[in-house]
């Protein structure tokens, strides 16, 4: 069963930048779609982007359209965060669709599967 990691949460000024990955346990992942998801404190979380593998293409909520970005490294989906702002804060998570899904437009939790457990990221001055 495919497991997933997340990795390079933490404290970031608004304005600042931080980097998070998505690896996945005991696999390699070149060819997963992956889902970025967030839960800010006391809301639901919410899809924010995706990069389709196939394609090698990626969709941005428009949250964090223009400030985010989304790449594959080596075993590692990347999410490049840029001009963070305090509504940022929240814990990430990366997940891949389910059977029959794939990343095509703002991912929408119900379907995607293989959590990570998330990192928190925090932007505070």
């Not at 930048?17 to 979380?45: H, K, Y």
């Amino acid at each position: 069963q495919l497991q997933l990691a997340e990795f390079g949460g933490g404290l970031v000024q608004p304005g600042g930048s931080l980097s998070l990955n998505c690896a996945a346990v005991g696999r390699t992942m070149d060819f997963d779609d992956i889902g970025w998801f967030r839960q800010a404190p006391g809301r639901e979380r919410e899809g924010i982007a995706c990069l389709r593998s196939s394609v090698d293409d990626a969709y941005y909520a428009d949250s964090v359209k223009g400030r985010f970005i989304i790449s594959r490294g080596k075993d590692t989906v990347y999410l490049h965060m840029n001009n963070v702002k305090p509504e940022d804060t929240g814990i990430y998570y990366c997940a891949t669709p389910n059977p029959g899904y794939v990343c095509s437009d703002i991912p929408k939790e119900g379907q995607y599967g293989y959590w990570g457990q998330g990192t928190q990221v925090t932007v505070s001055s």
